[in-house]
Structures are given as structure tokens and as C-alpha cells.
């Protein structure tokens, strides 16, 4: 998907806000189809949450596991399989403990594999430096005037947002 034409309408510090500007925009009636947002200078940031050891390694696979098992055994159960040597009931809990030695098993030897070079968990997430809202030229005035900014009279100076003071355009080195 190619870049976005248009005009820079105004810039946020995170996509919540650019998000709320296009909610803004959509409640008054604007053709928000001819607006975009634009993620500049993306980041990868990994959010560490705790450690990671074996007994971690162990609940989560037999969690995993037993959820797996279970519905498996459901599955069976709903579609009669193996009607009518085994009942129903049986055939749900035999896949859930199934699942859940399978799974502990699983787990443990998955983080055995790693030997200690990543004792932690994390959360992964791809954030961007500053947000902007690119509107078609045609409707990008109508677009600023809904969203109460007023053009900026230096070029160099980008637009307000709503709720914030203005930025330095990206021209600007830091």
C-alpha cells in the first residue's frame, strides 16, 4: 500500500488521539474515507512482564494444553465418534487431561530447549514516534475547521491538535 497523498492536517503524539480527531471527524458528517493516518519513524518496544521460569513453562503449557484437549474431545463428543462404545462426558475429560499432560510436558521441554537464554516474558508491540492525520486537498480546510485548528502561518510549524500545542514539523532537527 503506497503512502497516502495529501495534506498534514494536524500531528499527535499517539494514535489514540489521531484516532479520536477521525471520530471526531466521522460524528460531523466528514467523508472520513478520504482521511488517513500516518505512523512516522516506527519503533519496535518490547515490554518485559517477568521472569520466565520452568513452573511458568509448566501452567502455561498444560493451560494451552488442556484447552486444546478439551475441545478436541468435545469435538468428538458433538459428532458421536465413537458412539456408542465411549460416552460423551468420558471422551471431553479424557481430552482435557490429555491435553493437559501433553501440554505440561510440551511446555517444559520447549523451555528446557531455550537453556536460560530467555528467562523472561515480554510483550512485543510496534509503536511510531508522532502520528499524522493526511486528509485529501480538496476537503483538508473543512477537515481543520471541524477539528477547531487553524492553519499554520509558519510552514515550518505544523498544525495544533485539539488538545495539545504545536510541534515542530519534521524539517526541524533535533
Not at 1 to 8: K, Q, Y
Not at 69 to 79: E, N, Q
Not at 127 to 153: F, N, T, W
Request: no cysteine; hydrophobic share 45%; aromatic share 10%.
Amino acid at each position: 500500500m503506497a503512502i497516502p497523498s495529501g495534506r498534514v492536517v494536524a500531528r499527535f503524539g499517539s494514535y489514540r488521539e489521531a484516532e479520536r480527531a477521525v471520530d471526531r471527524l466521522s460524528d460531523a458528517k466528514f467523508p472520513v474515507e478520504r482521511t488517513a493516518i500516518l505512523g512516522r519513524n516506527p519503533q519496535f518496544v518490547e515490554q518485559v512482564v517477568g521472569r520466565f521460569g520452568y513452573l511458568d513453562a509448566l501452567f502455561r503449557g498444560a493451560a494451552v494444553g488442556g484447552l486444546v484437549g478439551f475441545l478436541i474431545g468435545w469435538l468428538f463428543a458433538v459428532f458421536n465418534w465413537f458412539d456408542p462404545t465411549v460416552p460423551s462426558g468420558w471422551l471431553i475429560i479424557d481430552g482435557l487431561w490429555f491435553g493437559i499432560l501433553v501440554g505440561a510436558v510440551a511446555g517444559l521441554l520447549g523451555h528446557a530447549l531455550t537453556r536460560g537464554r530467555r528467562d523472561f516474558a515480554s510483550v512485543p508491540t510496534m509503536q511510531a514516534e508522532r502520528y499524522e492525520l493526511i486528509v485529501d486537498e480538496e476537503v483538508a480546510d473543512e477537515a481543520a475547521r471541524l477539528l477547531g485548528i487553524s492553519p499554520p502561518e509558519d510552514p515550518a510549524v505544523a498544525p495544533a491538535t485539539p488538545d495539545r500545542t504545536p510541534q515542530r514539523a519534521a524539517t526541524d532537527r533535533r
